[in-house]
């Protein structure tokens, strides 16, 4: 069965840190780029972060680059991501994702095209008070 099991978020204070975490079975992981896409009420899906698990190669995308920091344990199939320097636009259902790229592109994570993505988590709210 595959799954993807997330913990992690709650309430922080702006300025604040948190870390999701998503550990991955039930298929090949290192075929495929893991991370989080979020979405906030009201607002499309969106790609957050991604790590290939096969080549280690990292996207961000631009609001979160320099605050977030995606890291893997390969060992435990287990996916981290670091969440420093916090906003209340950063206020999100977080959903931990995996999308089939043998090669690291990871084209669906890149483009927020969430219809692309193999595999979801059931989601992870974080809310960020000002």
């Known amino acids: 069965e595959v799954q993807l099991v997330e913990s992690g978020g709650g309430l922080v204070q702006a300025g604040g840190s948190l870390q999701l975490s998503c550990a991955a079975s039930?298929?090949?992981?290192?075929?495929?780029?893991i991370g989080w896409f979020r979405q906030a009420p009201g607002k499309e899906r969106e790609g957050v972060s991604c790590?290939?698990?096969?080549?280690?190669?990292?996207y961000y995308a631009d609001s979160v680059k320099g605050r977030f920091t995606i890291s893997s344990d390969n060992a435990k199939n287990t996916v981290y991501l670091q969440m420093n320097s916090l906003k209340p636009e950063d206020t999100a259902v977080y959903y931990c994702?995996?999308?089939?790229?043998?090669?690291?592109?990871?084209?669906?994570?890149?483009?927020?095209?969430?219809?692309?993505?193999?595999?979801w988590g059931k989601g992870a709210l974080v809310t960020v008070s000002s």
């Open positions: 994702a995996a999308e089939y790229s043998p090669g690291g592109t990871a084209w669906y994570f890149k483009r927020s095209y969430y219809r692309g993505i193999d595999h």
């Open positions: 039930g298929f090949t992981v290192a075929d495929y780029a």
């Open positions: 790590i290939s698990l096969s080549t280690g190669s990292t």
